[in-house]
């Protein structure tokens, strides 16, 4: 089937919003199929699909021959199992389906037996003491990938068990179950991963084999220890995405195959904590049903959602099933209807196109596949109510013209605004640690803001203003970035860059943050450039009036807005005052309309553009507009402490107002040099509104 072709005849009765029913849905999950076997060319091959990115995902080419060999396992492990989560529900929809000549039961029925079970196989996976063999006992803790895609086997065993699972003679299913319990009881990732064992001791109890389950019980209470509120689960230093496409899946999966029977207290602390994430989880999706590119792995993309998925499997679901398959659908859309999304069949290392910014090196070219998680509501039959209730739209179906809803979550520092004039979800985060150095860390979970529509870019690839010429200075898009002077450009070290965001908390609509430039725990943060961070939603954006906090000058601070994508941009000037802007109109690369416009106030000296090539997911060329200003003398009072900007963002095509783009009416401060070295600073808007900002005693409201 071919992308234009798949979601015709859509349903807008049932499904106003998206015009998806249960049938697009089965339609999308052939296609993708096809696409994984048109790479399969014999029923004997593995899945094992082309690789576009040669030098990041593994197999690694500079890796030991021993290291290599593991992750060729590794490899066709990933490209069974995260292809079976798609094709086991869609085998338990249709038994008999043939994809590309192949029959998919029989094809996973027998690849999953001589992946696991046929020692002198090339596709044998190993058990995990032969692969701590393989790799010489360098690390008696060490885990293995193929945890992470047992677990992913056991979901498709579950998915379709009467086809394949039952069908299996009681020798087989000895075998395979006797090599999913050592992965279960052995050793793994001390966070997410535990979920992994967790769910494969699950499954071979509901099946009857033994399990130890003292191991159960301590995978189990490290999982609730995470729990940091709201709904959100802490996996590693920051918060993302696992904690829905992981925490909020495999939990509530685990209450049904064990929980609920041999553990119920614990199994009703996740119930609880699943339902709590649905009180707000929809807003983090925008008007379309569009997920936010943030945190790592984004080449899973709209897996997010199977986090609905997952609270259908309680006793006591809470999820609204009609705004539960909008947002899914919305998800689906987002990345199905792009002509950039598939190469040769297969969803590429990207968010959209191929993106080799946001790849880690522990994927592979088939780890994509875990998007396949999305699919998984397909276990859900045509009569349930996630198929057959109305889509409604939730939040935005109740806000006005230039309302914003703003959701702020203490626990996982977390504040998210829907906004209703353009569409939008804007996310901004807090609790962030990230290594001195680790770029791409930064690019993923410490952007002051976050866009569904405008996704992360990257460092820009060349650095040219408008008028061209070489630019004196660095900027990131929705970054600070401090420069040390005097220096040229080549100086890495004269350049510092915010890898770590305390969280300080909301107060009248106003969010706090602190952030610190290059960021080592044995300095102490006195010796640390950093920057104390306001910010509050207009109805196109964000304000920001953000203070300085240097021990050190001269610097060159720079503050980019968001990246716009170049496919034929429109480039304005405006001043009002003191105040400048800056607003880009253009189209991004389905040829959508986009508007963007960055506005500077006290504190700046001026604006300027960077084009770049490469750096942002949607588009290949792109435009950063970017605020700049310098700091002279070591000690100056009487230089501005506040650097205050507002970046909006339209979609419709209609243009800014002046209003929109010059919304601030007074600023007035408390000091009484006008610099915002200390005490109030007032904010009075053109629409009646007033925004204060205090830092003050913001040192003892910090967490981390």
């Known amino acids: 089937m071919k992308r234009e072709e798949l979601f015709q005849n859509r349903d807008y009765t049932l499904s106003p919003f998206s015009g998806l029913t249960r049938q697009h849905w089965l339609q999308a999950a052939r296609m993708l199929l096809e696409g994984i076997f048109s790479h399969v060319k014999n029923p004997e091959n593995p899945v094992v699909t082309v690789r576009r990115e040669m030098e990041i995902t593994y197999p690694h080419p500079d890796a030991s021959p021993q ?46 037996l001589l992946s696991c079970t046929v020692k002198d196989h090339s596709e044998y996976v190993g058990t995990y003491e032969e692969m701590q063999e393989m790799t010489g006992h360098q690390d ?82 490290a999982v609730l220890g995470w729990y940091a509120g709201d709904g959100w689960y802490r996996d590693g230093h920051s918060f993302d995405y696992y904690s829905c496409w992981a925490f909020s899946f495999y939990a509530p999966l685990w209450n049904l195959w064990y929980g609920y029977s041999e553990e119920p207290v614990i199994a009703g602390r996740f119930e609880e904590n699943s339902n709590t994430l649905m009180k707000t989880f929809p807003d983090f999706f925008d008007r379309d049903g569009f997920v936010n590119m943030w945190g790592r792995s984004s080449i899973y993309r709209n897996a997010v959602t199977s986090a609905f998925d997952g609270n259908f499997f309680l006793k006591n679901s809470c999820a609204d099933p009609g705004l539960a398959r909008r947002i899914c659908s919305g998800s689906l859309l987002q990345f199905m209807e792009r002509d950039d999304f598939l190469w040769e069949g297969i969803p590429t290392l990207g968010f959209y196109g191929q993106f080799t910014p946001l790849v880690q090196r522990y994927s592979c070219a088939e780890s994509v596949f875990w998007l396949g998680k999305a699919f998984l509501c397909l276990h859900l039959s045509a009569d349930h109510p996630f198929w057959t209730a109305r889509e409604n739209n939730g939040s935005w179906d109740h806000l006005e013209e230039k309302q914003v809803k703003e959701t702020c979550l203490p626990g996982p520092a977390l504040a998210f605004s829907n906004h209703q004039a353009n569409g939008e979800t804007i996310l901004r985060t807090g609790k962030v640690v990230k290594q001195k150095g680790d770029t791409g860390g930064i690019w993923a979970y410490g952007k002051l803001c976050y866009s569904t529509k405008y996704p992360w870019e990257s460092s820009p690839n060349a650095a040219s203003p408008d008028e061209g010429g070489c630019l004196p200075f660095r900027s990131e898009s929705m970054q600070y970035v401090i420069q040390d002077l005097p220096t040229v450009l080549t100086e890495e070290d004269s350049f510092h860059y915010g890898n770590v965001i305390f969280w300080g908390g909301e107060k009248d609509h106003v969010l706090y943050r602190r952030q610190y430039f290059d960021y080592v725990p044995e300095k102490e943060c006195h010796w640390i450039q950093g920057m104390d961070l306001a910010d509050f939603t207009v109805p196109c954006g964000i304000m920001r009036v953000d203070k300085l906090r240097l021990f050190r000058r001269p610097v060159r601070i720079t503050l980019g807005a968001f990246g716009f994508p170049d496919n034929g941009t429109v480039v304005e000037r405006k001043s009002l005052g003191k105040a400048h802007a800056v607003i880009l109109k253009g189209k991004d690369h389905m040829g959508r309309c986009r508007a963007m416009a960055m506005t500077i106030y006290d504190g700046w000296e001026k604006l300027e553009i960077i084009k770049s090539k490469g750096s942002n997911p949607d588009s290949l060329y792109s435009l950063l507009v970017c605020a700049v200003t310098d700091r002279h003398r070591q000690y100056d009072g009487s230089e501005p402490y506040v650097l205050i900007s507002q970046v909006i963002t339209r979609n419709d095509g209609r243009p800014f107002s002046d209003e929109e783009l010059f919304p601030v009416k007074e600023i007035l401060y408390e000091d009484g040099w006008n610099t915002g070295a200390f005490g109030k600073i007032l904010l009075r808007m053109k629409d009646g509104t007033e925004r204060t900002i205090n830092f003050d005693r913001m040192e003892g409201k910090l967490s981390l």
């Not at 192949?102 to 690849?111: D, M, N, P, Q, S």
């Not at 056991?154 to 069908?167: N, Q």
Request: net charge negative; aromatic share 12%.
């Open 67 to 112: 290291q290599q060999a593991a992750e060729r396992k590794a490899q066709i492990f990933e490209g069974l199992a995260r292809s079976f989560l798609i094709a086991s529900v869609m085998i338990h929809e249709e038994p008999d389906l043939t994809v590309c000549g192949i029959c998919l039961r029989e094809y996973y029925k027998k690849h999953i």
């Open 140 to 221: 008696p803790f060490r885990p293995f990938q193929q945890t992470v895609e047992t677990c992913a086997l056991v979901i498709g065993l579950w998915a379709c068990r009467e086809e394949i699972w039952a069908a299996y003679t009681i020798e087989e299913r000895n075998l395979l179950a006797a090599f999913l319990s050592e992965y279960a009881h052995a050793n793994t990732v001390p966070q997410n991963w535990r979920l992994f064992n967790m769910l494969d001791l699950a499954f071979l109890n509901m099946e009857g084999y033994p399990i130890d389950r003292t191991v159960m019980r301590d995978h189990a209470q």
